[in-house]
Nanobody, 124 residues
Framework: QAQFVESGGGLVQPGGSLTLSCSAPTSSIDDYAMGWFRQAPGKGREGVACIASSDGITNYADSIKGRFTISRDNAKRMVYLHMNSLTPADTAIYFC?????????????????WGQGTQVRVSS
């Protein structure tokens, strides 16, 4: 199972933007569908966005549809989450993971393996 390192989080004002990055420093991601998940304080982890391994097909949770965009660069072993029009409801720790390539919803292939995540806080 590939290990992932998430980065790019931070404090942003409502209406602002952030781009999160997920790197796979030790393994290729070419053959894997990938996804972003988030866990808000006191809540369970939810799937945010998924992207297929090579054809660019994506899926988004209704709560972020039209505001977030997932992308990937297999050559760089990177997955990105571009987030616009952020609201306080987007405050959470964001994680990336390999996902089951059938959706909706985005479901992690192994729900017991997670990286450190990256904290996003939206506040004025």
């Amino acid at each position: 199972q590939a290990q992932f390192v998430e980065s790019g989080g931070g404090l942003v004002q409502p209406g602002g933007s952030l781009t999160l990055s997920c790197s796979a420093p030790t393994s290729s991601i070419d053959d894997y569908a990938m996804g972003w998940f988030r866990q808000a304080p006191g809540k369970g982890r939810e799937g945010v966005a998924c992207i297929a391994s090579s054809d660019g097909i994506t899926n988004y949770a209704d709560s972020i549809k039209g505001r977030f965009t997932i992308s990937r660069d297999n050559a760089k072993r990177m997955v990105y989450l571009h987030m616009n029009s952020l609201t306080p409801a987007d405050t959470a720790i964001y994680f990336c993971a390999v996902v089951i390539p059938v959706w909706p919803p985005c479901v992690p292939l192994d729900a017991d393996v997670w990286g450190q995540g990256t904290q996003v806080r939206v506040s004025s």
